[in-house]
């Protein structure tokens, strides 16, 4: 069992996310691509936040400039390449992209839809209501579908809005979809709790 976590942009939650899902399948973790913050990366702060529990595949990449992969791996003077990603035979596992789908991540046109083409596996979606969210959350899950890739959810993940979530269910009814509400704590404790909802929708 193993998907990647992708998300309909920057800062919609996906580390967030990825951390619910590895605690709820006891899953282990791998971000393939960092990019800046290594100081506190996503891999350190799904550890903080799954706890005791967590197990952690190493970065493929860790680039120094918090910036698109494509130009941090250039200032770091490294090339990122498709035959650089061979998926890790650990599972169940929980992979977390970067960025939205089609952040470049090499100067010749590689995209991490690229990847996840290639990789062929199931992915879990998640969008985060604000403005212009639905086109976002939309033109993901139909640039998806262009490239054949298994949508397996869509997790909405923050503040409730039915008016955009309605939008969207109504335009893909065939999807399932989950809530994940805004967390008042990034604690182990509220990370199970958010897990144990959804342990019985994976």
């Known amino acids: 069992?193993?998907?990647?976590?992708?998300?309909?942009?920057?800062?919609?939650?996906?580390?967030?996310?990825?951390s619910i899902f590895t605690k709820a399948l006891n899953a282990w973790y791998?971000?393939?691509?960092?990019?800046?913050?290594l100081h506190f990366s996503d891999t350190d702060k799904v550890a903080t936040y799954v706890?005791?529990?967590f197990k952690k595949i190493?970065?493929?990449?860790?680039?120094?400039?918090?910036?698109?992969?494509?130009?941090?791996?250039?200032?770091?003077?490294?090339?990122?390449?498709?035959?650089?990603?061979?998926?890790?035979?650990?599972?169940?596992?929980?992979?977390?992209?970067?960025?939205g789908l089609m952040v470049?991540?090499?100067?010749?046109?590689?995209?991490?839809?690229?990847?996840?083409?290639?990789?062929?596996?199931?992915v879990?979606?998640?969008?985060?209501h604000y403005l212009g969210s639905i086109n976002h959350t939309l033109l993901s899950i139909e640039a998806l579908k262009n490239r054949n890739i298994q949508i397996e959810m869509i997790v909405f993940n923050g503040d409730e809005n039915s008016a955009t979530e309605s939008i969207v269910k109504n335009s893909h009814p065939e999807l399932k979809y989950i809530r994940i509400n805004q967390l008042?704590?990034?604690?182990?404790?509220?990370?199970?709790?958010?897990?144990?909802?959804i342990r019985g929708s994976i």
Do not use: C
Not at 1 to 18: E, F, H, L, N, Q
Not at 31 to 37: F, H, R
Not at 88 to 97: A, H
């Open 30 to 37: 791998w971000k393939p691509v960092q990019s800046g913050d």
């Open 1 to 18: 069992m193993k998907y990647v976590v992708v998300g309909i942009g920057t800062d919609v939650g996906k580390t967030i996310v990825s």
């Open 58 to 99: 190493p970065e493929r990449w860790r680039l120094k400039t918090p910036a698109s992969p494509h130009y941090a791996a250039a200032l770091d003077e490294v090339m990122i390449q498709e035959k650089d990603f061979e998926i890790p035979n650990e599972s169940p596992l929980i992979i977390e992209g970067a960025g």
């Open 104 to 122: 470049p991540l090499n100067e010749q046109g590689l995209l991490y839809i690229d990847l996840l083409q290639q990789w062929n596996l199931p």
């Open 124 to 128: 879990i979606l998640v969008s985060r």
């Open 51 to 53: 706890g005791d529990s």
């Open 184 to 197: 008042s704590e990034l604690t182990p404790e509220m990370i199970e709790v958010e897990a144990e909802k």
